[in-house]
Every structure is written in structure tokens, then in C-alpha cells.
């Protein structure tokens, strides 16, 4: 089993339209989770860091949920802007990175 | 500007002919690493650095060698390029090897061994 798996998509959507996805993680001892952008093979840039709470940054929300082991990240009123891969990054004692999670959101 | 630098951004070689990707950082940044990237595989974890003179092997480390003699370089070398060893490449740095620390990434080396 993968230790981080996400659904590649890809997930299209209309302009203004919410999306959302989930990343899977093996280890129940992981510590830190992260979601970053890359950009049509550019390097991956950080998103935003997911609390055990959950946070919210502007039109992005993410949530942890450690009893299924899983992270999400939602995106509210879809950008052309926001058209990307989206990347599950797992720390416990490494990072460990998901294949991506791609979304294209059209006019 | 708060970067980091690769060079090449993209080469084609042929087997066995050695060559060196070089990687440089402007934040005094203590945590440098290597991943290549894949289709359907994700970034993969080839060699990290905490420190200078300081390395140790990640996911994949066959085939590539590291050194790490100043803190804001941290070169790839490939001492006898393979095909399989065609891939995406990407250097990051981070202020320390910590659980919330961001990566900040190269902007990638495309490597095709042929």
C-alpha cells in the first residue's frame, strides 16, 4: 500500500463551482500534513499546512481527520487561476508525497 | 530574491556519460534535499542534507551521488546515467528538517538519458 495516495482525477469544473478531494495516509503516527500546488510539471509550491482543527485560507479549506486517516482539501468558487495538481504531503519521519490530485477548472 | 537555483533545467545524455546537476539556495537554509518525479508516482525522496558535510539517503538513492561542502550547494551527481534514471528532478531547501517547515523547490530539471 501507498503511503499517501490521492485520486488523480481529474476533477473538471465549471468556473465558480466548489470542488473537493481527499489524500489517504498509511501511517497512523504521521504528524504533519501539508497540501502544495504544482503547476504543469513546475516545481510544487506550499498551499497551506493542515492543522489538526482544520484552517481555512480564503477560498481553500482543509481538514484532517485522523481517525480514517485521510486529509481534504475543498476549494470554493473554482478560479480559471486554480487549475493545477494538487499535492497531499505527509510528514511522520520523512515527507512523503502523493501523485497528485488534478483539477481543471473551465469558463 | 529568496530562491533556490537549478542548473540544467534540462539535458539529454547518453548512458554512462557522467554528469552533475547543480543546486543552489540563498536562504541559509540548513535542510537540503533531491526527489525525482515520476508520472503516477509522486515525488520521491532521492537524498537529503541537514547540515554541510552532513547526507544521507532517501527513497531512491541508487545510481546518484550527493555532496554537501558549502550549506547553500548541494550538487546531484550521476556517476554512470541510466534510461530508467529519466525523469523530473527537483532540489528544495528548508530551514530545517522539522515537521512544519516548507519546502521551497527549484524550478526542476528534466533529465532524458537515452
Known amino acids: 500500500r501507498k503511503e499517501v495516495e490521492q485520486d488523480p482525477g481529474p476533477f473538471n469544473v465549471p468556473e465558480g463551482a466548489t470542488v473537493a478531494f481527499n489524500c489517504t495516509y498509511s501511517?497512523?503516527?504521521?504528524?504533519?500534513f501539508f497540501w502544495y500546488r504544482q503547476d504543469c510539471r513546475k516545481e510544487p509550491k506550499l498551499l497551506m499546512s493542515?492543522?489538526?482543527s482544520g484552517n481555512e485560507d480564503g477560498r481553500f479549506t482543509a481538514q484532517l481527520n485522523r481517525a480514517s486517516q485521510y486529509i481534504s482539501l475543498l476549494i470554493r468558487d473554482s478560479k480559471l487561476s486554480d487549475s493545477a495538481t494538487y499535492l497531499c504531503?505527509?510528514?511522520?519521519?520523512?515527507?512523503?508525497f502523493g501523485a497528485g490530485t488534478t483539477v481543471t477548472v473551465r469558463a | 530574491e529568496a530562491q533556490v537555483t537549478q542548473n540544467p533545467r534540462y539535458l539529454i545524455t547518453v548512458t554512462g556519460k557522467k554528469l552533475t546537476v547543480t543546486c543552489s539556495q540563498n536562504?541559509?537554509?540548513?535542510?537540503m534535499s533531491w526527489y525525482r518525479q515520476d508520472p503516477g508516482l509522486g515525488l520521491r525522496q532521492i537524498y537529503y542534507?541537514?547540515?554541510?558535510?552532513?547526507?544521507d539517503k532517501g527513497d531512491v538513492p541508487e545510481g546518484y551521488k550527493v555532496s554537501r561542502k558549502e550549506k547553500r550547494n548541494f550538487p546531484l551527481i550521476l556517476e554512470s546515467p541510466s534510461p530508467n534514471q529519466t525523469s523530473l528532478y527537483f532540489c528544495?531547501?528548508?530551514?530545517?528538517?522539522?515537521?512544519?517547515?516548507?519546502?521551497?523547490f527549484g524550478p526542476g530539471t528534466r533529465l532524458t538519458v537515452t
Open positions: 536562504m541559509n537554509h540548513e535542510y
Open positions: 504531503v505527509v510528514n511522520d519521519y520523512k515527507l512523503s
Open positions: 542534507s541537514m547540515n554541510v558535510e552532513v547526507t
Open positions: 493542515v492543522y489538526s
Open positions: 528544495a531547501s528548508s530551514l530545517y528538517k522539522g515537521q512544519a517547515y516548507e519546502q521551497y
Open positions: 501511517n497512523s503516527a504521521s504528524q504533519s
